[in-house]
C-alpha cells in the first residue's frame, strides 16, 4: 500500500520522538512491502517563530489531503506569554476541528515489566491494568464561548460548556462499538448530579444502552471515576467521556503505567484520516537532551496503522517489538527504577538507553 503521512513534529521532544516513530515505520514499510511518504509541517511554537501562526492555511490543507497525521507535541514556556489567538495549542484544537476528529482513544496498559514503574502498591496493578479511555475532543468547555469582562470593577472570566445530543450520540457510538470489540463493559463518566450537559450525555448513552444490549454498561460520576481509578483500576475496560474530563482522567491514568511517556493515543474522524500522538506535552524540561521516551509515540504509529490503514498485523509487530524491548531491560531515563530493580528482566539486569537508542531497538525487533 502507498500511503501519505503528514508529520507534525513540533516543538520540545516533538522531532526527536517523531523521528523515532518514522525510524520504526520505515522498517515496517520494507517488510510488508509498503510504501510510506511523509510531509513536514511545522506547527505550534516553531510555526509562530516562523510564520506568525501556530499552523498555516497552506500546512492544515497538507494534512487535510494525508492518509494519516503523526504528532509530536506543541508548546513551551518560550510561548507561555503569546495572545490566545496565536497560542500553540491552538493549533491542536484547530486541527482536530478541521479534520473533524470528535473521538479520541487513549489505552493505559501496564506492560508486565513496567508493574514496579507504577505508583500504586503491586496488589493494585500487579494483575495488569488494560482500559481504554473514549474522550470526546471537538465539544463541550474548550470549544464554548468564552470571554473575560469587567463586571462591579472586577474581572469575570466565563467559559461555556455546551454539548448537543448528536455530538454525544457520535463519541457514544464510538464507545460502544469499541467495547462491543473488547470485554463488552463499558462505563460512561459524568457529572448529572450538578451539570445540564451531563444529564443530557446519560440520558443518550442510556438511550444507546438499550441498542447495546450485550454491552454491560454502567454510569459513574467523574469525582467517584477520578478514585476508583486509583483504588481498583482493573475494574474498568472501556470509559467514555466529555472533553475535558476525558483529559484530565487519561493524564491520572497514564500515571498507572509508570510514565506518561508510554501512553499513545488516536483522534478519529468519521472517515480513516486521523490524528495519532503521545498523550504528553513537549517536556521542556528534557528537550534535545536525547533522553525523552519515544515509545508513547512509536505506539501511536501502531495506532495508526490500525485504525487508519486497516494493517492490524504490521501494528501488533511494533506492539510485539515493544514488549520484546522492554523485556530485554532496555529503559529510558523516565522508566529506569531508581531502587529494587523491581521491574527489569527476570535476572534484574536493566540498562539505561538513550531515545535514538530505544527507537533502534524497537525497530531492529521488527
Ligand atoms: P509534559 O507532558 O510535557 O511533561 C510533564 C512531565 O513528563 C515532564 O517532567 C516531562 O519531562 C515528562 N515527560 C513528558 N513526556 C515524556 C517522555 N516522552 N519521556 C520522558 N518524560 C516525559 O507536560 P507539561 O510540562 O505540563 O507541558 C509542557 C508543554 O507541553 C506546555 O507548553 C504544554 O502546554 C504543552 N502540552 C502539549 C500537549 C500536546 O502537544 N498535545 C499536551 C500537553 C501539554
Known sequence: MNKKITVLAGDGIGPEITAEAVKVLGRIAVKYGHVFSY????IGGCSIDRYGVPITDEGMKICKS?????????????????PPAVRPEKALLAVRKELGLFANLRPTKLFPRLAAASPLKKRIVGGGIDLLIVRELTGGVYFGPKKTETVNGESVA???MPYSEHEIERIGRVAFETAVKRRKKLTSVDKANVLE????????MHRLADEYSDVEYNDILVDNAAMQLIKNPSQFDVLVTENMFGDILSDEASMLTGSI?????ASLSSGTLGMYEPIHGSAPDIAGLDMANPIGTVLSAAMMLRYSFGMAAEADDIENAVNEVLDSGARTADIMPSDDGSCCTADGSCRKVSCSEMGSLIADRI
Open 261 to 265: 511517556g508510554m501512553m499513545p493515543s
Open 158 to 160: 466565563t467559559d461555556v
Open 66 to 82: 494525508s492518509d494519516s497525521v503523526l504528532l509530536g507535541a506543541v508548546g513551551g514556556p518560550k510561548w507561555d506569554d503569546c
Open 39 to 42: 510531509d513536514y509541517v511545522d
Open 197 to 204: 450537559t451531563s444529564r443530557l450525555w446519560r440520558k443518550t
